[in-house]
């Protein structure tokens, strides 16, 4: 069964090959009425998250918002597809950092990069744009329970020269790489499944359960803290702002780097809500009234 869903997947990559990008996102626009109107994929999620995030927002500029991030969801999903086929420089081009030279006073005094891109804009097109730097990039992924689906992602994503890592090896990769500079690639805001280890902080009105790992390896083998704003310029085109949290990890408190990247998170999805990934569900998590807090 795997093997036939493989190869169905890659039907639809192959069939993404040959259409234009003028011609994408007339499938986008066919996705969103399927997802949004049809199937109504995670619309009760998606309202109660806006809702609660945005209680001071009316029904009319909820219902704009909700019906926004289901075309942002469905940009993005035909453009992860047509990445598959499309040439490194064309990524590069329509995935552009436009702010690398900020980071060159830090060179010399940290041992790599962590970057931490969001579930805002595409951020799938990272695994291959993150070349772009000066440091190479180790991008950690969530592999795909189906390996031969996955391993032809794996593939296809590195084939810019990053090398994916699973994020369940994640001690083992800092280990392993841990004399040589890179700019590790982290997905910022996924949800923690280590709830004793996870910092909780005050994020869109709601207590909410960050991961630990970025500030614990940014602290422990000296790296530079980066957050990736990836915002949407047009259709198919996209720029990455980075941004220094912290020039001493070292010596920050504990939690202050999640704190400071919770932060400029909700900075950027306060002024833009529609490009976040709003179908996630970000808040399934709990907090635990004897949790210490983190402010």
């Known amino acids: 069964m795997n093997l036939i869903l493989s190869f169905i997947a890659r039907f639809f990559i192959a069939l993404f090959a040959i259409v234009p990008f003028r011609l994408l996102y007339i499938f986008s626009d066919f996705l969103y009425f399927i997802l949004y109107k049809v199937l109504k994929y995670r619309v009760n999620v998606v ?30 999903t035909v453009e992860s597809l047509k990445a598959f086929t499309m040439s490194v420089e064309q990524i590069y ?7 690398e030279e900020e980071l060159i006073p830090y060179f010399d005094n940290f041992n790599g990069v962590i970057a931490l891109p969001n579930h805002y804009g595409n951020w799938e ?10 440091w190479p990039g180790v991008v950690l992924y ?19 020269g990053s ?30 499944s280590n709830l004793k280890k996870s910092y909780w902080i005050d994020f869109l009105g709601r207590k909410t359960a960050f991961l ?24 198919g085109y996209y720029e990455l702002e980075l941004s220094v949290l912290t020039d001493n990890p070292k010596e920050t408190k504990d939690g202050e780097i999640t704190a400071l990247l919770a932060a400029k998170l909700e900075e950027v999805v306060i002024k833009k809500p529609e490009n976040w990934l709003w179908s996630h569900k970000r808040w399934k998590l709990k907090y635990p009234e004897q949790q210490p807090e983190t402010n």
Not at 93 to 99: P, T
């Open 47 to 76: 309202r109660d998250n806006l809702k609660k995030s945005f209680p001071e927002k009316s029904d009319k500029e909820i219902k704009r918002l909700e019906k926004l991030s289901y075309k942002n969801l469905s940009d993005i």
């Open 93 to 99: 081009k329509r995935h552009k950092v436009i702010n």
């Open 125 to 134: 097109w990272g695994a291959l744009s993150c070349m772009q730097l000066t």
């Open 142 to 160: 969530k592999p795909l329970s189906n390996k031969h689906l996955n391993n032809y992602v794996k593939k296809n994503r590195s084939r810019s």
């Open 163 to 192: 090398d994916l890592r699973s994020i369940y090896n994640t001690a083992r990769v800092f280990i392993e790489t841990k004399n040589k500079k890179f700019n590790y690639v982290m997905a910022a805001d996924q949800s923690p």
């Open 212 to 235: 630990h790992g970025p500030e614990l390896y940014a602290k422990k083998y000296n790296y530079l803290p980066v957050f990736v704003d990836i915002q949407r310029v047009k259709r």
